[in-house]
């Protein structure tokens, strides 16, 4: 089974971009399909992205031109780049691993957009 660690979160202005990052050990992360999800306080957990197995990718409405999930599978690492980021982008940000079994989640990464 697949364990996720998240980082790359933090602090940034409107309109600025970070980078997540999802470190993925324990198993052969090739074969899952990958997804970012977040959550804001008080607000239930939300669909941002995904990638499959293969390489196709998903995105919700909200982030759609503004964000890119991408896989490195030579690194068992799964990406997210945010860019023209807004303050409804606050929230903790989760990765997510699936192979068609129990889903599994990483710990979250807090991203806060504030001037």
């Known amino acids: 089974q697949v364990q996720l660690v998240e980082s790359g979160g933090g602090l940034v202005q409107p309109g600025g971009s970070l980078r997540l990052s999802c470190a993925a050990s324990?198993?052969?992360?090739?074969?899952?399909?990958m997804a970012w999800y977040r959550q804001a306080p008080g607000k239930q957990r939300d669909f941002i992205a995904i990638?499959?197995?293969?390489?196709?990718?998903t995105y919700a409405d909200s982030v759609k031109g503004r964000f890119t999930i991408s896989r490195d599978n030579a690194k068992s690492t799964l990406y997210l780049q945010m860019n023209s980021l807004k303050p409804e982008d606050t929230a903790v940000y989760y990765c997510y691993a699936s192979n068609g079994g129990p889903a599994i989640w990483g710990q979250g990464t807090q991203v806060t957009v504030s001037s």
């Open positions: 324990g198993s052969i992360f090739s074969g899952y399909a």
């Open positions: 990638i499959t197995s293969g390489g196709r990718t």
